[in-house]
C-alpha cells in the first residue's frame, strides 16, 4: 500500500515542473515514472520518517529488476530516479521545513547512486565507417524504403538529432544546402522539453550525398509539412510515399527499419541514440578549442556544457586510450618526409602539433 499523504505531496510536487518550468509531457512522464518508484519503497511509510526506511531508497533501486525481468537496472536508469527522488526531499525540506526537519542534510547527500561498474554498451557509439557501411548497401531503385533507411542513418549521424525529433521533422524543417535543422516545435518537431534550436549537420561529403538524393525525391513527391522520413507503403510488389502525420510510436518503427538495415550491412545493432554519440563523439575529438566544443555542445541542445562532459567523457576516454595505444605502433625514428607523411594522416587536433614538437626536441 502507498501511504496516501505521500502521494498526495509527489502529485503537489510535480506541478511545479509543469506550471513553472513548462516541461514536456514526455518529460513529466519521465518524473512520474521515477517518484513512482519512491513511492512503493516508502510504502505505507510517512516521507517525513524516510530516513529509519531500511533498505535505503539507493539500495532498493540497485535491485529493482529492468526490462523483461533481468536485474538490475541500467546505471544511468538508477542513477535518474535516485537523483530525481533526492530533488523531491530537497523540494520537500524547502517548502515543509517544520514536517521535514529531521531529514539531515546529510542523510539527503546519502541518495546517491551505488557505485557499480557500467556496461560496455552504455559507452557504445556509432562510428563514421559503420555509417560508410550502411549507406554502401546495394538497393534497387525503386526500393524507396531501403533509401530512406539509409538517408536516415546517414542524416541521425549528420545531425546528431533525438530519434523522437527526426522521426518528427518536417520536409521544411530541412536545409541541407545550408547543412541545417530547424528542430521548432512550432514546425511539429518534437523536442526533449519542447525546445527550439536551429542545428547543423557535420560536414560529411559522403553521408550528405546520401541525404540529398532522399531529399531530392521526397521533395518531388511530397508537400513541405511531410515528414522528411517519409512513410512508404507497398502494394502489389510496389511502393509509395506516403505524407501521413508521424504517429507517436514512429521512433519505434525507425528503430526497427535500422535494426533490418544493420542485418543486412552484417553488423551488430545499434539503436538510433547511439547515432547521436556518434555525431557527438566525432565533433568532440575533432574539436580543437574550447569554442568547438562549446559548438558540439550547443548542436546536441544542451543547455549547459556540463551536460555533454558528463555524458561523452566515458565514451571519449575510451577512445583516447585506443588512440594512445595505438602510438606504440609509430617508430621512434624517422626520415622527415615519412614523418610528415605520417603526422598528414592524422586527424587535424592538437595532436599532430605535440607530436611536432615531442619531435623536433627528441632531434635537437
Do not use: C
Amino acid at each position: 500500500m502507498i501511504q496516501r499523504s505521500n502521494y498526495l505531496l509527489v502529485r503537489r510536487y510535480l506541478q511545479d515542473p509543469e506550471e513553472i518550468y513548462q516541461l514536456s509531457g514526455s518529460s513529466l512522464g519521465r518524473y512520474r515514472f521515477y517518484l513512482r518508484h519512491l513511492l512503493l519503497w516508502a510504502g505505507e511509510t510517512p516521507f517525513q520518517q524516510a530516513a529509519k526506511l531500511r533498505p535505503t531508497f539507493p539500495g532498493y533501486v540497485s535491485n529493482l529488476p529492468g526490462r523483461q525481468g533481468e536485474t538490475p537496472l541500467t546505471p544511468v536508469t538508477q542513477k535518474k530516479i535516485i537523483e530525481a527522488g533526492k530533488r523531491f526531499f530537497i523540494w520537500a525540506k524547502q517548502n515543509h521545513p517544520k514536517e521535514f526537519g529531521s531529514l539531515s542534510a546529510a542523510w539527503l547527500e546519502s541518495l546517491r547512486p551505488p557505485r557499480v561498474r557500467e556496461s560496455s554498451a552504455e559507452h557504445e557509439y556509432v562510428s563514421l565507417e559503420e555509417v560508410l557501411q550502411l549507406i554502401a548497401i546495394p538497393h534497387e531503385e525503386d526500393d524507396l524504403a531501403l533509401l530512406r533507411d539509409k538517408a536516415a542513418a546517414a542524416m541521425l549521424f549528420l545531425s546528431g538529432a533525438r530519434a523522437s525529433a527526426f522521426t518528427t521533422l518536417p520536409i521544411a524543417a530541412v536545409d541541407l544546402p545550408g547543412r541545417a535543422l530547424r528542430q521548432w516545435p512550432e514546425l511539429g518537431v518534437v523536442t526533449k522539453n519542447g525546445k527550439r534550436a536551429t542545428t547543423f549537420l557535420l560536414p560529411i561529403p559522403e553521408l550528405l550525398a546520401v541525404a540529398q538524393t532522399w531529399d531530392q525525391v521526397i521533395r518531388l513527391k511530397l508537400p513541405a509539412t511531410a515528414p522528411w522520413y517519409a512513410p512508404v507503403s507497398a502494394r502489389w510488389g510496389s511502393q509509395s510515399l506516403e505524407g501521413s502525420e508521424p504517429g507517436k510510436n514512429r521512433h519505434q518503427a525507425l528503430d526497427k527499419r535500422l535494426r533490418k538495415l544493420f542485418d543486412l550491412a552484417g553488423l551488430p545493432y545499434k539503436s538510433a541514440h547511439k547515432f547521436r554519440h556518434g555525431h557527438a563523439v566525432y565533433g568532440l575529438l575533432k574539436a580543437q578549442t574550447m569554442a568547438d566544443y562549446k559548438a558540439v555542445s550547443m548542436n546536441l541542445m544542451h543547455h549547459d556544457i556540463k551536460i555533454t562532459d558528463s555524458i561523452y567523457a566515458p565514451i571519449l576516454s575510451e577512445e583516447v586510450k585506443e588512440r594512445i595505444a595505438g602510438l606504440a605502433a609509430i617508430p621512434l625514428s624517422l626520415p622527415e618526409t615519412e614523418f610528415d607523411g605520417l603526422l598528414s594522416q592524422l586527424s587535424n587536433t592538437d595532436l599532430s602539433k605535440v607530436l611536432r614538437i615531442v619531435a623536433s626536441r627528441l632531434s635537437a
